[in-house]
């Protein structure tokens, strides 16, 4: 079976290009993680996820766990045999949707109680327990157990949180079960306070993980502060293991977080985006419901081969979203992902050509012009039906 590894094929300033070996195949970083919280990518099928390109998605430990259950998903095969993706998963540990019940749980240092959002039945996670039921539905790789503080929040409060994170890291690691092409990683906190950073990367990096992730930034700090922070944090992370920024972006944040040396993202922002109506592309974002799409017959992108910008035009789509059909999300959401993961090969085909700051530049630019005119529109409209 194949070790975990990641090895570096080419850096542009700070930015990376490698490849992360695991037991269910090779992902090519940077990369971007569909977010499939329940086993299921929404509004799309598997097949439909394969096809843009992405090459490993992530799922949650919280939802996975209230239902269907741990044990339900082993019995049927794992989460990879069940959502019908064999290639690797990523599974969140449950912290952060934890901490994001309010009053329906209680921390206490050794885990947390809680109520399901679902059915009030109350449930427990803790280091050891997160990283159990990780194992049980055969993550790829497994996230340590974290607590993730709201921003703002006193220096104090988040120097107390990342440090009983630390501890609860020692714990996950000290419970996770060792096995060829697996991995965990550690996750740095510490708000956007640059010597909570330090100590907390410091603090992972003498435990040892497979990988470290860079959590508690796109909580509401803004993009500049979230930048200020990479800039310090990245630099104390070992050169040799992929980087994982945790619930980050837009198309910016990625390209920002990638020139400061992060290999791996996630967001639902793209699938979420997809089911209002909000359409990412080379100029931008379109919101497809808007009275100027009812006759544009241009499709949402021309460079785009999805199924969404091949067979159909923008004005179908504003029909499906103002009819409330459910095509309209499917669509969108699948066009949003082939976006992404097309910035990312992009992204990465800079790297290697040793072109990151032009072509980044490039992408910054077209993005603030907006969306083309008719007579800049690279290719041909779709002819209007006679």
Not at 48 to 66: D, E, F, K, Q, W
Not at 254 to 275: I, S
Request: aromatic share 8%.
């Amino acid at each position: 079976m194949t070790a975990f590894n990641w090895r570096c094929e080419a850096v542009d300033g700070r930015a990376r290009a490698g490849v992360l070996e695991t037991a269910h195949g090779p992902v090519a970083t940077p990369t971007f993680m569909p977010v499939g919280t329940v086993g299921t990518v929404k509004a799309m099928t598997m097949d439909a996820v394969r096809s843009t390109g992405a090459g490993i998605v992530l799922g949650n430990t919280y939802h996975l766990m209230l239902r269907p259950g741990a044990e339900r998903v082993r019995a049927l095969g794992g989460l990879h045999r069940m959502m019908d993706w064999p290639g690797p998963i990523l599974t969140d540990s449950g912290g952060f949707q934890v901490m994001s019940l309010g009053a329906l749980r209680k921390l206490d240092q050794d885990g947390v109680t809680f109520q399901s959002h679902i059915d009030g039945s109350k449930h427990r996670l803790d280091p050891e327990r997160s990283t159990a039921i990780q194992y049980v539905l055969d993550a790829t790789i497994t996230m340590c157990f974290d607590e993730c503080p709201a921003l703002p929040a006193e220096a104090e409060a988040i120097a107390a949180s990342m440090r009983l994170s630390m501890r609860w890291a020692a714990r996950s690691r000290e419970a996770f079960v060792q096995r060829e092409g697996y991995g965990q990683f550690g996750i740095v906190q510490g708000g956007v306070e640059p010597e909570l950073r330090a100590e907390s990367a410091k603090a992972l990096c003498d435990i040892g993980f497979e990988g470290y992730a860079i959590g508690g930034l796109a909580v509401g700090e803004g993009q500049e502060l979230m930048f200020a922070t990479l800039d310090v944090t990245t630099p104390l992370l070992p050169g040799d293991k992929p980087r994982y920024l945790m619930g980050v972006g837009t198309p910016d944040d990625l390209l920002g977080g990638v020139e400061r040396g992060v290999d791996m993202f996630d967001c639902v922002m793209p699938t979420r985006a997809g089911r209002t109506a909000r359409a990412y592309n080379e100029r931008g974002t379109l919101n497809l419901r808007n009275a100027r799409f009812a006759t544009d017959a241009r499709p949402i992108s021309p460079d785009c081969d999805c199924l969404a910008c091949s067979r159909h035009s923008r004005a179908y789509l504003h029909h499906l979203f103002r009819a409330d059909e459910i095509l309209g999300p499917m669509l969108l959401t699948w066009h949003n992902l082939a976006y992404y993961q097309r910035m990312m090969r992009g992204l990465r085909a800079a790297i290697i050509a040793g072109d990151l700051a032009a072509h980044g530049a490039a992408l910054r630019a077209a993005w603030a012009q907006g969306d083309w005119t008719e007579d800049e529109w690279p290719q041909p409209s779709i002819p209007p039906v006679p």
